[in-house]
Every structure is written in structure tokens, then in C-alpha cells.
């Protein structure tokens, strides 16, 4: 299935290591570099690092990387989230719809480029009507369901030429003889995960989850992963493992540690 507008596509990479094949270029924190990124699964009751999964340093890469951290957990430690928590970059609708799916409560900020249009109406200005499947326009006329776009997977909406025609506000609406907007099809999905924004719950994980780019740094810093010492995906997947396995090791020394 083709990934919603808002979640990355894989593409395919402009150059390639000579050496490191399996690497992805990057200029992430820092010049440009091929690289690999280490996705930990991280309980942030504990700060235990339940695993860690190696893809290259691409953003699509990090995104897919949860879905296998998170039905691994399941697999093989017998664990099923109630909450992920993560930062907006994972709020893509099908990633939420499948959270949601699964009972787990996405604690994410939703991307959301909805208003990202200059002069006419944005599609918040379009209220939903779930039952009838419908938009009301702000002069609240519909705009009814004319198909949905595959490819892009995105449903249209589309108001009637004799509506728009005569309307006062079509100057701010379009150029247009009528008004088209989409909703992706993962939309109920992006909206139960906006429900949650603002809760004390929401609020909670959200601090909470700050507490991973500590992890993030110790592992850089302390645990030597600024550098990768063997090549290939496998070899960045087994130093993050060792590296992982070090950091609780660590963490169940400070916890045994008299006080």
C-alpha cells in the first residue's frame, strides 16, 4: 500500500558508500556523513532498554523501525505497550491508525499540514459530518464525497458549480468553479491521537519522553556509538545490542548500589 502523504516514502539513496553500502547519508546532527541510526524501545518506568533495532540513517527507516520494536516486544518478551510515547516525526496517520489498532494509546503529536496554504480557506475551516460523510463549508454548504485517490491515499470532497457560484466567500475559497478538499484515509486515527493532545496523561508522557535523548547521549557519549567499529547493517545491529545490554547492565548496577 502507498504510505499516506504525511508518513515517508522510502527512496532510493542519491550516493552510496563505497565501503558501507548499507549506510545512508545523512547531515543529521553534524556534516555529512553515511551512517546508521540505533531505534531503541525504551519502558520509561524503568528506563530499561527493552531493544534496539539498526536501520540506515533515513527517516522512513526510523519510522518503520517501530512497528518491528513494538511487535517484537510482544513476540519475544511477552510485553504489550498500553502507551507509546514519541515525538511528532512518528505522527503520521497510518503509524497511529496502526497503534490504535493494537489498543496502544499514542501519546504523539500528529503531523498535521493541513494549514500550510497561503490566501484561501484551509481544510479547518471545513467542518466534518461523520454520519453523512460530508464537509460544510464555512457558508456551510457540502461538499460530498466524489472518490478516493489510491496512490495518494486521500479522499475528495467536492462542493456543486450552482453553490459556489454566488457565494461571497469564494474570493477566499478558490479560483475554482467549485471547491475540492481531501482527508486522508487514516484521518480517524490522526483525529482520536489529537484528542488526546492536551490531556494530563498526554502531558505526562510527553515529559516523560524527554528522558530518552538522555539515553540517546549516553550511548553516544559514554558507550562509544558516535563510531561504529564494524560495517554492514548486521554488524551497527549487533554493536547497538552490546551497547544496549551495557546501558542496563549500568542501570541495574546504580539500582543495586546501597544508597
Not at 82 to 98: F, I, Q, R, T, V
Not at 109 to 128: C, E, G, M, W
Request: glycine share 6%.
Amino acid at each position: 500500500m502507498p504510505p499516506d502523504p504525511d508518513e515517508p516514502a522510502p527512496v532510493d539513496p542519491t550516493s552510496i558508500s563505497p565501503t558501507d553500502p548499507q549506510a545512508a547519508l545523512t547531515c543529521k546532527h553534524g556534516p555529512a556523513r553515511y551512517a546508521y541510526a540505533i531505534n531503541p524501545l525504551l519502558d520509561l518506568d524503568t528506563d530499561c532498554i527493552l531493544d534496539v533495532e539498526a536501520t540506515p540513517a533515513r527517516f522512513a527507516a526510523e519510522v518503520a523501525a517501530t512497528r518491528t520494536l513494538v511487535s517484537r516486544a510482544g513476540t519475544r518478551l511477552g510485553i504489550e505497550p498500553e502507551s507509546l510515547a514519541a515525538d511528532k516525526a512518528y505522527g503520521s496517520g497510518p503509524l497511529l491508525g496502526w497503534l490504535i489498532d493494537r489498543k496502544i494509546t499514542p501519546y504523539i503529536p500528529v503531523i498535521d499540514r493541513s494549514r500550510q496554504r497561503d490566501a484561501f480557506f484551509t481544510r479547518d475551516a471545513f467542518r466534518y459530518d461523520r454520519e453523512a460523510d460530508t464537509y460544510r463549508c464555512p457558508a456551510d454548504k457540502p461538499l460530498g464525497y466524489c472518490g478516493t485517490k489510491r496512490a495518494n491515499q486521500v479522499r475528495v470532497y467536492r462542493s456543486h458549480v450552482a453553490d459556489c457560484a454566488g457565494c461571497e466567500l469564494k474570493p477566499r475559497c478558490t479560483v475554482s468553479r467549485k471547491r475540492s478538499i481531501t482527508r486522508l484515509v487514516s484521518e480517524d486515527a490522526r483525529d482520536a491521537a489529537r484528542a488526546l493532545a492536551g490531556t494530563d496523561a498526554y502531558v505526562h508522557a510527553r515529559r516523560r519522553r524527554k528522558r530518552i535523548e538522555r539515553v540517546f547521549g549516553h550511548l553516544k557519549r559514554n558507550l562509544g556509538l558516535r563510531t561504529l567499529k564494524l560495517r554492514g547493517l548486521a554488524g551497527a545491529a549487533e554493536e547497538f545490542s552490546m551497547a544496549a545490554a551495557a546501558y542496563n547492565l549500568q542501570l541495574l548496577a546504580r539500582q543495586a548500589a546501597p544508597a
